[in-house]
């Protein structure tokens, strides 16, 4: 007892004690900025439709050698060989087009002769199809450049 009356006097004496005052408040971590467009939903030309070019066009473009096109709004929500349309507005999860970008069995995800698309590109996607697929009349999708034909 006799020690610890002897400490506090001499952090009083030093002005130690109680110096710090108040306990400081904490502050407020600052929001992240967000990638989204003002009013918060996923832009088709500009965040959908590059995407969809640089992994699907190619295959699902002008002369589909797959199952399917999606070169225009038209064809992107129309079924084709296997029934079921690539995208169903509103419902990401039964959308065959995530279905395939999702899938872990190497002869069905999509695309097939690329690396798998990165979980935030695929997020976008579903975002963008929760969110009622809105693709702006007349526009479509531009095909990267036929390779040249092996000799």
């Known amino acids: ?4 009356t002897f400490l506090i006097a001499a952090l009083a004496a030093a ?7 108040p306990a400081p408040k904490p502050v407020a ?11 918060g939903k ?7 439709k590059p995407l969809l070019e640089a992994n699907c066009a190619k295959c699902h473009g002008e002369r589909p050698t797959k199952a399917y096109s999606l070169l225009t709004k038209k064809q992107a929500f129309t079924p084709g ?7 169903e507005p509103g419902k990401a999860d039964q959308s065959l087009i ?12 999509m695309p097939q002769k690329k690396a798998a698309m990165t979980a935030a ?9 929760n969110e009622g697929a809105a693709w702006p009349d007349g526009v479509k999708l531009t095909p990267p450049p036929a390779e040249p034909a092996k000799k």
């Open 15 to 21: 002005g130690l004690a109680g110096a710090a005052g």
């Open 121 to 129: 590109d695929v997020g976008t996607i579903e975002r963008w199809i």
């Open 29 to 39: 971590p600052a929001s992240r900025p967000t990638t989204r467009p003002a009013g």
């Open 98 to 109: 995530v279905q395939l970008m999702k899938s872990d069995d190497p002869e069905h995800r």
């Open 42 to 48: 996923v832009d088709f030309v500009t965040q959908v």
């Open 1 to 4: 007892m006799r020690h610890r």
């Open 81 to 87: 060989e296997s029934d079921e349309p690539p995208i």
